[in-house]
């Protein structure tokens, strides 16, 4: 089932720029994960970030999330032409096995 | 980092043939397993979550006799797509997460199409 929405739906920028993608979901959650997933392919975890924290930095991306207005951020800096992917926020639902609840995901698009 | 595999990554059948979609957890126990279903450019559904040992638990509008899903062993589920339809033809992923763990590994993808 699908929770979060992301904005925007496509982003395209030129290398070197950075990129940022929102989140906004609709219930409580323990945390927030990022993914990432090339054309045709899995999906790669980037990052997680509990409920109790606020900014979480991982090389050249940081995340954010405000519990208050259930939203969270995604910021590649310094974009390079192989980050051009879809990017996905996904929460957990809270239940025993960590089930997922996922955006409807960011395409970026890099522009060497 | 956790590895999962899957196989096959592509497969073509004829309609009312029957299919199945392996994925293996290399470098852990998963106890559990979960399959997606992924339409082009959209996100991805949740069709079926599984423990190991444990029947799956289908996402609601999700037939169990359609998608058969077991999950005999901590490193082994499978997904048999019966009788297919080329309204079946999908991109299908699994992901496999480890006990107490948040974080999701996921497979390649089996991009299935069904004639």
């Known amino acids: 089932s699908q929770q979060g929405e992301e904005d925007p739906q496509a982003l395209s920028i030129q290398e070197g720029e950075n990129a940022t993608m929102n989140c906004s979901y609709k219930t409580s959650i323990n945390n927030l994960q990022w993914y990432r997933q090339n054309s045709g392919r899995g999906l790669v975890h980037l990052i997680l970030?509990?409920?109790n924290e606020r900014e979480k930095h991982s090389g050249r991306l940081r995340v954010t999330l405000d519990t208050s207005k259930k939203s969270s951020s995604l910021l590649i800096t310094a974009s390079r032409a192989a980050d051009t992917a879809s990017y996905f926020c996904?929460?957990?639902?809270?239940?025993?096995?960590?089930?997922?609840?996922w955006g409807a995901g960011t395409k970026l698009i890099i522009k060497p | 980092g956790a590895v999962v595999s899957q196989h096959p990554s592509r497969v073509i059948c004829k309609s009312g043939t029957s299919v199945k979609i392996e994925c293996r957890s290399l470098?852990?126990?998963?106890?559990?397993m979960f399959w997606y279903r992924q339409f082009p450019k959209k996100s991805l559904m949740l069709m079926a979550t599984s423990n190991e040992g444990s029947k799956a638990t289908y996402e609601q509008g999700v037939e169990k006799d359609k998608f058969l899903i077991n999950h005999a062993s901590l490193t082994l589920s499978t997904l048999t797509v019966t009788s297919a339809h080329p309204e079946d033809s999908s991109f299908y992923i699994c992901?496999?997460?480890?006990?107490?763990?948040?974080?999701?590994?996921f497979g390649p993808g089996t991009r299935l199409l069904v004639l």
């Open positions: 996904a929460t957990d639902a809270g239940d025993s096995n960590y089930q997922l609840i």
């Open positions: 970030i509990r409920s």
């Open positions: 992901s496999a997460r480890a006990r107490a763990q948040e974080t999701q590994y």
């Open positions: 470098d852990f126990q998963a106890t559990t």
